[in-house]
T-cell receptor
Framework: TQLLEQSPQFLSIQEGENLTVYCNSSSVFSSLQWYRQEPGEGPVLLVTVVTGGEVKKLKRLTFQFGDARKDSSLHITAAQPGDTGLYLCAGKETSGSRLTFGEGTQLTVNP | DVKVTQSSRYLVKRTGEKVFLECVQDMDHENMFWYRQDPGLGLRLIYFSYDVKMKEKGDIPEGYSVSREKKERFSLILESASTNQTSMYLC???????????FGPGTRLTVT
């Protein structure tokens, strides 16, 4: 059982559509990050959220941390082919000493 | 910007060979990590190091060892490669007091 469950696992959409990716857990996290990984490359950090209810925006990407700090979402507006990649969430439990990664959401944006 | 480099992008080895994967970072970070990434299993932590000559086992250390002789370099060693070690290997580093990790480009290892 994964500590961090991401959904959906796969998402294929057309350019211009909106989408939301979810990262859920029964554990409380002191911080949570989102990464994007392109084929053949390592993950690249997009954002870190630390406060319950926090919302951060990065151009067309909106990240939200749940009020209870157990879940997070990533919303992309007007997706573009350049958004294609594997999106990973990763969290540090309040009682833990390591970063735990979700399995990822593979996003494909078709032109 | 943090730069993490890995010695090879692609590697093909035979079963039973000893394999060295090298990782170098240029940001003077104490913490360094080795993960493997497999479809459907996500990133799994193999070993990490929080200082020179210090190492800790991660979740799947069996069949692997590590070496950290210098702060900037963290090596992953497969003592006797097996086909089930075919995977993408990712090195990462982390600044003290923060949890964000910075990854290298990865090494795709195939063991035949």
């Amino acid at each position: 059982t994964q500590l961090l469950e991401q959904s959906p696992q796969f998402l294929s959409i057309q350019e211009g559509e909106n989408l939301t990716v979810y990262c859920n857990s029964s554990s409380v996290f002191s911080s949570l990050q989102w990464y994007r990984q392109e084929p053949g490359e390592g993950p690249v950090l997009l954002v870190t959220v630390v406060t319950g209810g926090e919302v951060k925006k990065l151009k067309r990407l909106t990240f939200q941390f749940g009020d209870a700090r157990k879940d997070s979402s990533l919303h992309i507006t007007a997706a573009q082919p350049g958004d294609t990649g594997l999106y990973l969430c990763a969290g540090k439990e309040t009682s833990g000493s390591r970063l735990t990664f979700g399995e990822g959401t593979q996003l494909t944006v078709n032109p | 910007d943090v730069k993490v480099t890995q010695s090879s992008r692609y590697l093909v080895k035979r079963t039973g060979e000893k394999v060295f994967l090298e990782c170098v970072q240029d940001m003077d970070h104490e913490n360094m990590f080795w993960y493997r990434q497999d479809p459907g299993l996500g990133l799994r932590l193999i070993y990490f190091s929080y200082d020179v000559k210090m190492k800790e086992k991660g979740d799947i250390p069996e069949g692997y060892s590590v070496s950290r002789e210098k702060k900037e370099r963290f090596s992953l060693i497969l003592e006797s490669a097996s086909t089930n070690q075919t995977s993408m290997y990712l090195c990462a580093t982390r600044a003290p007091g923060l949890w964000e990790q910075y990854f290298g480009p990865g090494t795709r290892l195939t063991v035949t």
